[in-house]
C-alpha cells in the first residue's frame, strides 16, 4: 500500500508532522493494507494567518484494489486531531464497504459503460 502526503505550507510546523501523521494513519488502516492499492494524505489550513477553532483539515482518500475511491474529510483545532478524526471515519467507511462485499459474496458493482 502507498501512501502519498501532501500539505500547504502553514500546516508544516514542525519538521515529523508528515512522519507522524502517516504512521498513524498507517496503523489504522493496516488491517486493510491488502486490499487497497494506495492512501492519498491532504491536509491544510483553511484560515492561513487568520487562525480560528476547527480550521485544520485533513481529507484521506483510499484506493480499493477493486472499486471506487472512498474519500472523507475532517476538521479539528490541530492537524493530528483532523488526522486522527478522518483515519477513524474512514475505517468505518472501509469496514462498511469491504463488510458488504463479504456478505453479500459478490464483488463491488461494476462502473456503467456507456
Do not use: W, Y
Amino acid at each position: 500500500m502507498q501512501v502519498q502526503f501532501n500539505s500547504d505550507s502553514s500546516v508544516m510546523g514542525t519538521e515529523n508532522v508528515a512522519e507522524r501523521i502517516e504512521a498513524s494513519v498507517r496503523s489504522k488502516l493496516a488491517r486493510f493494507e491488502e486490499r487497497l492499492t494506495r492512501i492519498e494524505i491532504h491536509v491544510r489550513d483553511e484560515n492561513g494567518a487568520k487562525g480560528g477553532g476547527d480550521d485544520k483539515a485533513c481529507t484521506i482518500e483510499a484506493r480499493p484494489r477493486s472499486g471506487k475511491p472512498i474519500g472523507v474529510t475532517e476538521h479539528a483545532a490541530k492537524v493530528d486531531d483532523a488526522a486522527r478524526k478522518a483515519a477513524n471515519t474512514l475505517v468505518q467507511r472501509l469496514e462498511r464497504t469491504f463488510g458488504k462485499e463479504q456478505r453479500h459474496g459478490h464483488d463491488p458493482r461494476p462502473e456503467k459503460v456507456l
